[in-house]
């Protein structure tokens, strides 16, 4: 498998690769975003890992150009602004995992592999027959990674599609927050659970486009439930 590194620091960018490259993963290294970009645009990774404080594109703005072109490949975020409001942007802008400075190898190596579990990469790692859920007026096609809803294409975040897909697998069933942070981000560690309520309101609102109506509700002091109709819900 082939990593994308991002890192202006040279110390820190030769530890990390020569760290990865001790489990047999090869490490594209690139020191400043525009030089990433130059390597995205032609060549194809099944891992980014992203610095934010990058000369040239930010590691921020290489997330929004990466999904705003499409590419699903799991983004993990490696920086020192580790407030709650950098990890908020951070995921907003397409990440899928956030990792302060200064890290634990042996941590940042689990990062990787949970990413990589939820995330097959590449075009391999398509499924061997057609495969979809579908809920109410939402349907998931699990072999394109395509979500309509009443037949319109709805565009979502590889974050949003698995939150989505985890609750098309459990519908009707009230999933807490600590359930969908441990399904969905794949953590065995303490995170803040407001990372859930952020993503379940960017689902709701592309899942709500147009006027439609509400299928995942709030339970108060529990969770989140994939409902058609739910009383006293918000």
């Known amino acids: 498998m082939r990593f994308l590194l991002v890192e202006d620091e040279p110390n820190v960018a030769s530890v990390v690769k020569r760290t990865l490259e001790e489990d047999q993963y090869e490490v594209v290294v690139a020191p400043d975003g525009t030089t990433a970009w130059e390597y995205i645009s032609q060549f194809s990774y099944d891992l980014f890992l992203f610095d934010v404080m990058l000369p040239g594109i930010n590691g921020m703005e290489l997330c929004r150009r990466c999904r705003s072109r499409g590419l699903q490949t799991p983004i993990l975020m ?128 592309k899942l709500e486009k147009g006027g439609a109506a509400r299928i995942i509700h709030t339970v108060v002091g529990m969770g989140y439930i994939l409902k058609e109709v739910y009383e006293d819900s918000n």
């Open 78 to 205: 490696l920086t020192a602004l580790g407030t709650s409001d950098n990890v908020v942007m951070g995921l907003d802008s397409g990440a899928d995992d956030y990792l302060i400075k200064p890290f634990n190898l042996g941590e940042l190596k689990a990062r990787i592999r949970s990413l990589l579990r939820r995330q097959p990469a590449g075009e391999a790692a398509a499924t061997p027959a057609r495969n979809t859920r579908s809920f109410a007026d939402v349907v998931m096609d699990q072999e394109e990674k395509q979500v309509t809803r009443n037949g319109q294409l709805i565009e979502l975040t590889a974050t949003e599609y698995r939150l989505l897909e985890y609750f098309l697998r459990n519908p009707r069933k009230v999933l807490s927050r600590m359930d969908l942070l441990e399904q969905v981000w794949g953590y065995d560690f303490n995170m803040n659970t407001k990372v859930v309520d952020v993503y379940i309101n960017y689902l709701r609102r």
